[in-house]
């Protein structure tokens, strides 16, 4: 980027992430940030990351992220009916700040209040490993109903959206900024239930395109799930507002537009 300055190039930075802010608490870090930022153009992927900047005297540009589109199986035509027990998918990386403890923990209560569930959980060993999440589905009893697939492919994460009633993701990740496995499940028609942080909340209108909860909150979570189960009408509405939602706003042609208007731009002002 100091290179690209020295040479008169200009530069667009495309954020994935957070807590820029926090990195710019040395004097060192401010310095280089302000020095690499200013008078570039930021792509954000939210208005809820705009604090991400504030501060760096940069150009910024909202460009939310896209899917394939294989990514969208077309619109649902049945009404929204949950299995017996309710089939949970959680899909991420086996990280802590993911929040696949706290949706064990939202399991377990489940249980007690007799709602019975089956969680499926996919995806590669994180900071726990294979060995640790059996210990922890020992704890919260969810041993004998839950299923770990491990690393999925494509065709394979495609086939555990179909086999699933809800999506949960609980996450807590400092970083988390836009994940696209939230629009990957929209995308599949199936239900959301994530937590209200980063650009979550901005897609995941709660109650209208899926469920927001606090982050590590067991027992709101478990709630959330509670009540989609009861409100299968309500349910419905929801997955099928954040199909076209989802459709609408995250598809890869009007990413690539918008990116296009961009770059010309940034060119043209050079």
């Avoid at 490993?129 to 009893?141: G, P």
């Amino acid at each position: 980027m100091l290179l690209a300055k020295l040479l008169r190039v200009p530069t667009i930075l495309h954020l994935h992430g957070r807590r820029l802010p926090e990195t710019r608490r040395s004097k060192w870090s401010d310095l280089l940030q302000k020095t690499v930022f200013k008078g570039q153009t930021v792509i954000l992927l939210g208005e809820s990351l705009r604090a991400e900047i504030e501060g760096l005297d940069c150009k910024s540009a909202i460009i939310a992220n896209c899917l394939d589109d294989s990514a969208f199986v077309g619109p649902a035509t049945k009404q929204w009916v949950p299995h017996d027990p309710i089939r949970l998918l959680w899909l991420s990386n086996l990280f802590q700040a993911k929040g696949i403890e706290t949706l064990l923990a939202a399991c377990e209560i489940l249980h007690a209040q007799d709602v019975a569930c089956h969680l499926t959980i996919a995806g590669a060993e994180g900071d726990i490993s294979k060995a640790e999440l059996a210990t922890l589905l020992e704890k919260y009893q969810m041993h004998t109903a839950a299923s770990y697939l491990g690393p999925v492919s494509d065709p394979e994460r495609q086939g555990a959206f179909e086999n699933s009633d809800l999506f949960i993701f609980p996450s807590h990740y400092p970083n988390e900024a836009q994940p696209l496995v939230v629009l990957e499940a929209m995308a599949a028609n199936v239900p959301v239930i994530t937590s209200d942080i980063a650009t979550l909340p901005e897609f995941v209108r709660d109650g209208e395109t899926g469920q927001l909860c606090p982050p590590q909150d067991p027992e709101e979570l478990a709630n959330a799930i509670s009540a989609a189960i009861r409100s299968p009408e309500k349910t419905t509405t929801m997955r099928d507002a954040a199909y076209q939602m989802c459709r609408q706003n995250f598809r890869q042609d009007r990413f690539a537009e918008k990116l296009r208007q961009l770059v010309h731009s940034t060119i043209e002002n050079h």
